[in-house]
Each structure stands twice: as structure tokens, then as C-alpha cells.
DNA sequence: CGTAGGATGACACTTAGTGCCACCGTAGCA
DNA sequence: TGCTACGGTGGCACTAAGTGTCATCCTACG
């Protein structure tokens, strides 16, 4: 509890100084600074540098990975992001967190160091995502089809996602955010030939 | 030229050395030592450590990114991949290339630095693979569509492949290597819901 | 009040990684 | 043959990333 509130902090202070004077000019001692931490404690929390921006960044997928989670089988994958849309509701502080993360995303274009955290968290993400998965499909965790399944959604998730905020964040041309979710579940269905998806029949 | 034969033969050396003493015990200097250059010369070639694994990781995509730049189109991927592989003819080197590929995907199991270059270099797949893949559907290649196509192809390769090769080199129960290519295609169908796959009609 | 245990800080130490300059081989050119 | 321009390399000093170890502190629990 205490361990993640610091690994926050640390993650927090270190995205601000990435984005503010790049990675490669951010060093360990300025990150512990700024968190109010010792240099050990950083290193003591991440392997490297660049992996202090994991925990913000893996920010990015936490509503969408928790929108899976709740997916109740009686509702189609649009009915329940719908309803989970309107229930959002973000504090000031995870409003912030998002900003960062999409500020990291639109880093990651020319970092190679955060790229690699980027696809850290992504890869973490398909982890959590296989079990949601194979449960809709009624199959076991470890299926290959599974497995398949999975690695596409969360490979169209990552790619529109990020086309998106880095578009909105780069151009100040109104991105299409607006119909973000319609143009994520859409390519899912793609991803998966219509077998994620629908609501799934009750089998009583 | 003679850049890239060098960076292939630090990448030889480190993997070698990562897969028999493991990641951490690998130092800079041994690497230099064994690929016969200084270590100045290998920070020259690589960002970090991990990184220098890359180039044989990328040569597991190759074969695959090969095959796909030459599928002409008046044949379905069955046929051309069918073909390709009869074709197929592997110098020594290339067979033990493709051996410390499949190690460094088994270590990146456990090392997570070398899970980020297996990342890195499935994401550099992907970004040649874009233009494959738009061409092949007729559509641009920043095209938001092309590019959820291409991240949901890139990723069933990379998940099934490694699956695969995990399989074959950790269990020495007999994996379903022989269809290994089917069960790809199938994949790359599925996540395309059937829009790559098939030759294409000559629209004259 | 005493203490066991997990998290942190301090500090010395190793190794990753960079800047800088000298060197060497080769290609071009007179 | 000699001059030079240049891309790749080695050597060396230096900064910064990351680790091992131990003392300290905070908290929970009896």
C-alpha cells in the first residue's frame, strides 16, 4: 500500500521532468527529488530510468482493463462501455495521470527509452487481459486461440488508442475523440471475427 | 555494410553470452571481448545492454516480413507461404541465428530488459509491416483501419510464434511445430475477420 | 513499554554509457 | 607516388545508472 503510493509518487514526478526536459536530461537524483525520495528508494522501486514511467503510463489502460473486467455476459461490449462511460467520473489527480500518460505516449514517437515502457505496459496489460478472455469464451487461460484473441485486441486497443491521443495531443485539429470507443469496440469485433463482442447466450 | 556486419557480430556475442550466464553476469566488457571489438565500439552500435539482442530477435521476424513483401497478389496466403517454404533454404549461419532468436525469446520469459528488446523489435516489425499491409488492401498507410490491421497481425504472430517456440525449446513434448504455419494463417485470418488472406481480384 | 519487521536513507562501489581526440584504412585526386 | 578527406575504430577520462550493505526509523502488535 504504502510501496505503491511511493512508486506513484516516484512515477509522477519522474513523467514530469521526461516531458519537460526529456529523458536522456533527467537524472535519477532529479527524479528522487522531486518525488521526495532518496535516490535508493528510486532503484529500490525500478530497474531502470525509463521504467519509472511504467506505473503512469499503465494508467492508460487501467479504465479500460477495468471496463473488461465488470463486462457482464447479458450486455453487448457497446451496451456496457456505454453504461461505464456515463458512470465515469475521474478526480483532479487521475485527470492528471491521464494527461501525463498521453504525454508519455506522444514521448515514446522519439524516445526509444519510454517506447520500451510503452510496450512494457501494454504487454503487462495483454496479461491481465488473457484471463478476462478466456472466461467470455468459455475456454482455458493458456488456449492458444485465447491467447491469439487476445494479443489482437489488445494490439488494435493500443494502436487506435494511441493514434488518438497523440493526434489529439500533437494537432490541434479536433481528433474524431469523440467516437473513440465506437471505433475501439469496432476494430475488437474485427480483431476477433465477431467472436468478442455480443452478449453471450445463456446456455441453461 | 561493414556497420552492420559488426552490430550483428556484437549481437551474436551477447546473446551467447546472455543465454549461458544470463543477463545481469553479462557485462559490457565481455561482450566487447567476444565479439572481438572494444567497448567503446559496442555503446557505438547499442543504446544499452539489452538492446544489443535486438538485431537477432529481429531476425526472427525476418523470414516472415520477407515472405509478406513478396506476396504477389493473384494467390491466398496459404499458397504463397506453401510455396515460400518449400523454397526455404537456411545457410548455417542463419540456422543458428534463428537458434539464439528462439533463446532470447525464452529468456525474455524470465529477463525483463530482454523482454523489452522483444518488444522493441515486434514493434519495428509492425512499422514495415504497415506498408505491406495497406498496399494489400488498397487503403493508405496511416490509414487508421490499415493500422489496427497491421498491430492485430503483427500481434498473433508474435504471440503464437512465441508460443511455439517456447514450447519447443523448454517442453520436449513434441509441439504441433509441423502446422505451425497453418495455425498462423488461421490467426492472421481471424484477426483480420477475412480481409487478408485471400488473393486479390484483378479489379481491370 | 519492548520489540520484530518492513520500508527507507547513507554511502561506498561496480558497471553502463558518453565525449573527446588520436589513429588507421580506404577512396579519391592530382 | 604523395596528399588529403573521411568514415569507422580504440583509448581514456568522466558522468550517471544501478547494487550491496548496514544503520535507522516507523508502525504494528503483544
Redesign the interface.
Known amino acids: 500500500m504504502q510501496q505503491d503510493k511511493t512508486r506513484l509518487a516516484i512515477s509522477r514526478a519522474a513523467t514530469q521532468l521526461f516531458w519537460e526536459q526529456g529523458v536522456a536530461a533527467t537524472t535519477g537524483d532529479q527524479i528522487a527529488a522531486a518525488a521526495g525520495v532518496s535516490v535508493r528508494t528510486v532503484w529500490r522501486h525500478f530497474?531502470t530510468k525509463e521504467s519509472c514511467a511504467e506505473p503512469i503510463v499503465a494508467h492508460s489502460w487501467s479504465w479500460f482493463l477495468a471496463t473488461w473486467r465488470s463486462w457482464p455476459d447479458d450486455l453487448s461490449l457497446e451496451e456496457h462501455v456505454a453504461a461505464e462511460e456515463k458512470r465515469r467520473n475521474l478526480s483532479p489527480q487521475q485527470q492528471a495521470d491521464d494527461r501525463a500518460a498521453a504525454q508519455m505516449i506522444v514521448l515514446s514517437r522519439t524516445e526509444?527509452?519510454i517506447?520500451?515502457a510503452f510496450?512494457?505496459s501494454?504487454?503487462l496489460a495483454e496479461r491481465e487481459l488473457a484471463p478476462i478472455v478466456a472466461r467470455r469464451l468459455r475456454r482455458a487461460p493458456d488456449d492458444?486461440?485465447v491467447?491469439?484473441?487476445?494479443?489482437?485486441i489488445?494490439?488494435?486497443v493500443?494502436?487506435?488508442s494511441e493514434?488518438i491521443i497523440v493526434g489529439a495531443l500533437t494537432r490541434d485539429e479536433r481528433s474524431p475523440l469523440a467516437d473513440s470507443n465506437a471505433?475501439i469496440i469496432n476494430?475488437v469485433?474485427?480483431?476477433?471475427?465477431?467472436?468478442i463482442g455480443d452478449p453471450i447466450r445463456r446456455t441453461s
Chains 1, 2 share one sequence.
Request: aromatic share 0%.
Open positions: 530497474r526509444p527509452a517506447r520500451t510496450l512494457m501494454s504487454d492458444l486461440d491467447l491469439a484473441h487476445t494479443a489482437a489488445n494490439a488494435v493500443r494502436v487506435i493514434e471505433r476494430a469485433r474485427t480483431a476477433t471475427s465477431n467472436l
